[in-house]
């Protein structure tokens, strides 16, 4: 949905990275708010955040952000979409790694790898130019890389409260770096 009102956008001459503040804003203050409402205050829990990782989440989101947008202007809604689906895969093996948490399935692996070479291939059988594909390739790296800082983050708090103060700092950090 984000891509279609990135070229919705385009099309009406709507300034892109204003909706992208405008996005991040409006999710900094309805969490909390209703959070308050629900009676969860988590304004204590915010010793409990690993503000390094936070902070690099809301970069990495940004960037998505900002790079699925160029994505879809140069690559179409399909291929920006495509790119965002298949990060799974970045958290997925840095899990494994780092976490200990998930199991690496092969045949998902493979598959993942195939459905990006279908799309170079699909795009330009004359050679893949990898200087074309670097929106794409900076969606893929930054959608994974923000999933598994904030599945990292989400291991080392606990509690409601503790949630919404990370997601606090994730999408302020967001807000302030765009």
């Not at 790694?97 to 998930?102: D, I, K, S, T």
């Amino acid at each position: 949905l984000r891509m279609l009102f990135f070229k919705i956008f385009a099309k009406k001459g709507v300034n892109t990275l204003m909706a992208i503040i405008i996005n991040y804003a409006t999710a900094l203050l309805i969490g909390p708010i209703t959070n308050i409402i629900q009676g969860q205050v988590a304004f204590s829990s915010f010793n409990q955040v690993p503000i390094i990782p936070a902070i690099l989440t809301g970069l990495f989101m940004m960037g998505g952000f900002i790079t699925m947008n160029h994505a879809t202007q140069s690559h179409g809604v399909a291929i920006a979409t495509i790119a965002t689906r298949v990060s799974f895969i970045i958290p997925t093996i840095c899990a494994y790694l780092f976490l200990g948490e998930a199991t690496l399935e092969p045949l998902t692996s493979i598959l993942v790898i195939l459905a990006l070479m279908l799309i170079f291939y699909s795009k330009g059988r004359a050679g893949i130019n990898l200087k074309k594909w670097y929106n794409p390739i900076l969606v893929f790296i930054c959608y994974g890389v923000a999933n598994f800082l904030l599945k990292y983050s989400q291991t080392r708090v606990s509690g409601n409260s503790a949630l919404l103060a990370l997601t606090t700092v994730t999408f302020t950090s967001a807000l302030i770096l765009s």
